[in-house]
């Protein structure tokens, strides 16, 4: 079955660490987004990427960063630079223009501090 | 820039109808979705509407946007305890694909 795979569903980080977020789909969809989920705030967009090799930042994008070296992999690290990163992350994938699927959602993984 | 606002908590007896609201800032939004979220899940695509359209139904859902007022609603019919969830409305910006997501309504569904 095609989807969206997020692991690990839960990340402990220490102190001046860095942690990466894995997201695989295999959806063959060009567009892929992170998100951060904070209780009673929604969903904030951290990045986001068109297109292999290209991304763009988000709303909050500071103290992440991202890579998109296959169409099917977008990896988020969390650097030490993110100060308050214990929150809900969701990766999402979409084909643009596709208006009766526009996101489809990974499981999400759980970041919390140690 | 685009703004969504949905009410936070919503309280229902099992058997009733929910009606989870939501306003919106973007007038040149071409559809609007509903997405539904279940406790440590992601999102799942609920339902969505064309801007041209005043309603939408789709079972035990119904979509009813009001374009002048930027208000879409979602209503449950025969709400059950499996409803029980987060529900987002998301809205896209710029008419792009990038879209912006309310905070979501949790609804509770009591026995």
């Known amino acids: 079955d095609g989807g969206i795979t997020q692991s690990p569903k839960y990340l402990f980080r220490k102190e001046g660490q860095n942690v990466t977020l894995s997201c695989e789909q295999n959806?063959?969809?060009?567009?892929m987004y992170w998100y951060r989920q904070d209780p009673g705030q929604g969903l904030r967009l951290i990045y986001y990427?068109?297109?292999?090799?290209?991304?763009q930042k988000g709303d909050i994008a500071e103290g992440y960063s991202v890579s998109r070296e296959k169409k099917e992999s977008f990896p988020l690290t969390v650097t030490s630079a993110q100060k308050n990163p214990t929150a809900f992350y969701l990766c999402?994938?979409?084909?643009?223009?596709?208006?009766?699927?526009?996101?489809?959602f990974g499981d999400g993984t759980r970041l919390s501090i140690l | 820039g685009e703004d969504v606002e949905q009410s936070l908590f919503l309280s229902v007896r099992e058997g009733d109808s929910s009606v989870i609201n939501c306003t919106y800032t973007d007038s040149s939004s071409t559809y609007l979705y509903w997405y539904k979220q279940e406790p440590g899940a992601g999102l799942q695509l609920l339902t969505y509407?064309?801007?041209?359209?005043d309603m939408k139904q789709d079972q035990r859902l119904t979509v009813l946007l009001n374009k002048k007022d930027k208000h879409l609603s979602l209503r449950i019919a025969d709400t059950q305890t499996g409803d029980s969830a987060i529900y987002f409305c998301a809205v896209p910006m710029d008419s792009s694909y990038k879209l912006i997501f309310g905070s979501g309504t949790r609804l509770l569904v009591r026995p």
């Open positions: 999402a994938s979409s084909i643009p223009g596709l208006v009766d699927q526009p996101q489809h």
């Open positions: 990427s068109q297109i292999v090799n290209d991304f």
């Open positions: 509407i064309f801007s041209n359209m």
């Open positions: 959806l063959n969809h060009d567009a």
